[in-house]
């Protein structure tokens, strides 16, 4: 064959005829050979008057049925048209499918537009089951590769295919749909069981598998899917339930809640066969199942499965959900995101306070005021869920409004605070109560930075449930007291600044200082009640580690330099009572000028020439003094 053809064609800017390849046969020829446009000889599968038995979706699926198989897929459209028993009847028993189709076009009751939009569905239906049934039929399917499937005829059939290069061609690009959802496998096997049993929607089923093997339980083997109508067996990893054994197949078998029937077994023509209560399947029929009952093998495998199914998980779903937005604190619990959480609120507040401080804002779900669990005092702090996200950013908006005389802050709640009834636990903070506290007081240094720390707080002030009337008076006092030590603090630079003492930090000497401190610090163990004294003591515990660590570090360095001074000006205690005099030996100088007196017991270099020497010490110029 050509590929393609040399010709030759008068170029105007040349002003010559010159030489060009003409491809236009080739291209041609590669396009008829990649399209399908004859559903006959080699590809008369593909065609709907091809003899392959096919079932209509619900009919004829299930055992014990009569297997209402058509022909060809002809004859099962045709069928489709009506649901009168008569009119089926004649369809069936028609010789041809091309009696069939003319037989069909006399169907009483059609209208003719409803019926094309129900013909696309009833025919997709038909070919899945005709490549799923047929194994022979699928591979020479897949074997068209990539190729445009085209049904071209000369009846002027241009709905399922096209006539004289018009039409719609329904038909092949269905056939080419089909290919590639069976190209996926497992895919094709759950359009195919959906459209054919009528599965019922994923979300109303919930299915417990319990294994056993030889009588005993598997637990390890045990599992529960949600929100799957169709379940497939087998021994590729894709299937819902992998099954290992060697004598089962690739997909063995598959469990389909069907509409009509219920729970059904299907077998997928598997070579070792599927049971059920030692009772083999035939093929691509559902067997019905009994919830918590029936027992399922596959091939020869010694595992035994049992079903239990809950058709009602959507309604429980939904009866939860209803529940959850009936209840506003199942609804504040589920959105944390549409709260928020208030503090530094009055000591006397209530809900009814809350609700008419953020009143303007919008729908206010619910108000939760917690309070101490044995005083049943409100511990300082509120959260508040409303419906929408603009109420939210309303009421952020009220931060640092007044209530009751008390400046409220208002932030977004967070998700670990928790929305719970009176005397629940609160926020984060509050759930840490004085350990927090503590613990950032220990960070800080001193005793007194921690009593500081915590009465500056306004969350461990109130809302910790070991704080008491007492405890606030001494936060109270406390707090004064800070303030009065930044006045004093204010007043020493000043004087610093105006050429006062250095050392009169507040005009009192330093004993008073210690006793001051030391009532300061009697009064804030005092104020904290008798549970807070073993924190107190993990404040103290931990300054004196700190203490401890830094006498350590000192001691160090004292040795460090003590080592310094003995390694480069020898070590007076050590060469107490010693005579340095038989250390002294005789030498020739480098120089050649003379001999010169060398210690062998320091080991250090003579200094080079120039070199700056290191002061002797007094002790040891007198100890040379001596020796010479």
Not at 286 to 303: D, I, N, P
């Amino acid at each position: 064959m050509a590929s393609a053809v040399d010709r030759r064609v008068f170029d105007p800017d040349k002003k010559a005829s010159v030489r060009v390849l003409d491809d236009s046969a080739a291209t041609a020829r590669r396009l008829v050979e990649s399209r399908i446009t004859a559903f006959t000889g080699e590809y008369d599968f593909l065609s709907t008057l091809s003899k392959s038995r096919v079932v209509l979706p619900g009919e004829g699926v299930m055992e014990g049925e009569g297997f209402q198989a058509y022909p060809t897929v002809e004859h099962a459209l045709q069928a489709s048209k009506s649901s009168d028993p008569t009119y089926r009847q004649s369809i069936l028993s028609s010789k041809d499918a091309l009696e069939a189709k003319r037989r069909g076009a006399k169907a009483p009751n059609v209208d003719k537009q409803a019926w094309k939009l129900k013909s696309l569905v009833v025919m997709e239906a038909l070919l899945r089951d005709k490549f799923r049934r047929h194994k022979g039929l699928r591979q020479q399917l897949m074997n068209t590769g990539t190729k445009q499937l085209v049904y071209e005829n000369e009846h002027n059939d241009q709905f399922w295919g096209t006539c004289k290069g018009k039409g719609h061609n329904h038909l092949g690009q269905l056939l080419e749909r089909v290919r590639a959802d069976e190209k996926e496998g497992l895919l094709g096997i759950l359009l195919w069981a959906k459209q054919v049993f009528n599965a019922t929607s994923d979300s109303k089923v919930r299915l417990d598998v319990s294994v056993t093997r030889e009588g005993h339980p598997l637990p390890e083997a045990d599992l529960t899917l949600e929100r799957k109508a169709i379940v497939t067996f087998g021994k590729l990893a894709e299937n819902d339930v992998p099954v290992a054994h060697p004598s089962t197949s690739r997909f063995h078998a598959m469990v389909v809640v069907s509409q009509p029937y219920g729970p059904l077994l299907v077998d997928l023509e598997a070579a070792n066969g599927s049971f059920l209560d030692e009772r083999r399947l035939e093929p691509f029929k559902g067997a019905a199942l009994h919830s918590g009952v029936s027992e399922v093998a596959l091939g020869t495998s010694s595992r035994r499965y049992t079903f239990t199914f809950d058709l009602a998980a959507a309604a429980k779903r939904s009866l939860a959900l209803y529940e959850v937005l009936e209840d506003p604190l199942k609804l504040a619990a589920a959105r944390p995101e549409l709260g928020v959480f208030m503090n530094n609120l009055p000591k006397d507040v209530t809900e009814e306070m809350v609700r008419d401080f953020v009143a303007d804002c919008g729908t206010v779900l619910s108000v939760a005021v917690p309070r101490h669990r044995t005083s049943q005092e409100p511990r300082g702090f509120a959260i508040v869920m409303f419906g929408t996200e603009a109420a939210v950013v309303s009421a952020l908006k009220l931060d640092r409004d007044l209530m009751g005389g008390s400046e409220v802050r208002v932030r977004r709640r967070k998700k670990d605070e928790e929305h719970g009834p009176s005397g629940g636990v609160g926020p984060r903070e509050a759930r840490v109560g004085n350990t927090g506290s503590r613990s950032r007081a220990s960070e800080r240094g001193s005793p007194r930075n921690a009593s500081l720390a915590m009465s500056s707080d306004p969350l461990s002030s109130t809302d910790s449930p070991s704080m008491t009337d007492a405890a606030a008076t001494a936060s109270a006092r406390l707090q004064q007291r800070a303030r009065e030590s930044k006045s004093g603090e204010d007043e020493r630079r000043r004087g610093r600044e105006g050429g006062g003492r250095r050392h009169s930090r507040s005009g009192s000497s330093s004993a008073e200082r210690r006793e001051r401190r030391r009532g300061g610090r009697e009064e804030e163990v005092d104020g904290r009640c008798g549970r807070d004294r073993a924190g107190w003591r993990e404040v103290r515990s931990a300054s004196r580690s700190r203490e401890r660590v830094r006498g350590r570090e000192r001691e160090r360095s004292h040795r460090h330099r003590a080592e310094h001074r003995d390694r480069h000006y020898g070590s007076p205690r050590r060469e107490r009572g010693r005579d340095r005099s038989s250390d002294r030996v005789w030498e020739p100088s480098r120089s050649g000028r003379g001999e010169r007196g060398s210690d062998r017991s320091r080991s250090r270099e003579r200094p080079r020439r120039g070199a700056r020497k290191s002061p002797t010490p007094p002790r040891r110029r007198a100890e040379r003094r001596s020796s010479s």
